[in-house]
């Protein structure tokens, strides 16, 4: 499949849409990419602070779109890429990299640009990336977000897909047979049990095969499913973490991705699990939440393994281009049938975090048991020590 080339004319914007994050009065006013940074909020380099003053945010007006125009597509993206964007799952093609890294450039669709402009002066606001400009060009949206990873050193990301279903319930209507996707599935462990012989040589639906494929994995039975992660300058792909059931296996998962490079995993877990409980708590009393639909939305966990981390670990909810508004209210726990909307989202949190508790527990104890051997040595140094020193006096 040949990448578009979005520095042709036919990929320019022809609409200026919306823009999501007033510029810094504090930084050069020809700048419309540079984020807002708010006194109040932590010192985290990459959560979406809010903006300054209310007053600033008003009088920040939007870059104009000849200027957008003119940064953006007739520079061509790859003149201002300081390295490739990191994407441990998704279609690598629809992102590039764009400001000298700042700035992950996006090709979607327009309900993930609804999502963020329906997030924005939320309390989930927090928990998502910064959505600075939006284009529109036919049924496609280019966006313009946050690289949550653009000042880090040595950056360690792990994509979690969230939720027990991750298909559209209209997808239930189309009754093609689809023959691709069986091969797709005979090419997995559990897939041939789970298929009928009809199936094997006709072909299923797609939500047969969507369900088939949230069965095999953790999606189902959990409601997540790790979907890859990216060590140091190493990707491991979705394929290794499919055959992923048991709880210790997770549990491995889980202390590879916070022990890279490091003596103290438990310096990364804990603020990471805060983070969760953090959104857990959000999520609950969020209207917003209560009134969407999230299908195929992810978890993004970043931290830097470097010696002295540009920023504290942390995690971000991604991917909106399944995000629908609900006319009832889901209690995103409750498992899915037709009609009802549910998406195992929040059954899925909870799981996540018990499984972080457990493995935070568990670094605690390593911690604590490596603490207390290194008192223990130093005390028996110290009594042979003043055992010496008594045996000299003696003398």
């Not at 009393?285 to 978890?299: A, D, P, Q, T």
């Amino acid at each position: 499949v040949t990448q578009p080339d979005w520095t042709k004319p036919h990929y320019k914007a022809i609409s200026y849409l919306r823009f999501l994050g007033p510029r810094d009065p504090s930084r050069d006013a020809s700048d419309p990419w540079a984020p807002c940074e708010s006194a109040a909020a932590p010192s985290k380099a990459h959560s979406r602070e809010g903006c300054a003053s209310a007053a600033s945010a008003r009088a920040a007006p939007p870059p104009s779109p000849s200027s957008l125009r003119k940064r953006s597509y007739l520079l061509g993206f790859d003149e201002h890429r300081r390295h490739a964007p990191i994407v441990v799952a998704g279609h690598v093609d629809c992102f590039q990299l764009f400001e000298d890294g700042e700035v992950l450039v996006k090709k979607t669709r327009a309900s993930e640009l609804e999502a963020y402009a329906s997030l924005h002066g939320t309390y989930l606001e927090s928990f998502v990336p910064k959505c600075y400009e939006a284009h529109e060009h036919g049924q496609d949206v280019v966006l313009f977000l946050e690289n949550l990873t653009a000042r880090m050193h040595q950056p360690v990301v792990m994509d979690i897909k969230m939720g027990t279903r991750t298909f559209q319930e209209k997808e239930g209507d189309n009754p093609k047979l689809r023959p691709d996707l069986v091969k797709k599935l005979l090419h997995l462990p559990e897939g041939r049990a789970l298929l009928t012989p009809s199936e094997i040589t006709s072909g299923c639906t797609k939500v047969r095969y969507m369900q088939i494929r949230e069965q095999i994995t953790t999606s189902g039975s959990r409601g997540f499913r790790i979907e890859g992660m990216y060590l140091g300058s190493r990707v491991i792909p979705r394929e290794q973490f499919r055959s992923l059931r048991e709880e210790a296996q997770l549990c491995d998962a889980l202390r590879t991705f916070v022990g890279h490079r490091t003596f103290d995993p438990g310096s990364r877990i804990r603020p990471l699990l805060a983070r969760l409980r953090e959104l857990r708590t959000s999520l609950a009393g969020s209207g917003w939440f209560r009134r969407h639909e999230l299908l195929s939305s992810s978890l993004l966990f970043v931290y830097d393994a470097a010696a002295k981390p540009a920023a504290p670990p942390s995690i971000y909810m991604i991917d909106f281009a399944r995000c629908r508004q609900t006319k009832h209210d889901l209690t995103h726990t409750l498992a899915w049938v037709p009609g009802n909307r549910e998406d195992g989202f929040l059954f899925g949190l909870d799981n996540l975090i018990e499984l972080f508790e457990h493995v935070s527990l568990e670094a605690g104890e390593v911690w604590e048991a490596e603490e207390r051997g290194e008192a223990e040595e130093k005390g028996d140094v110290g009594e042979a020590g003043e055992a010496g020193e008594a045996g000299e006096a003696g003398e």
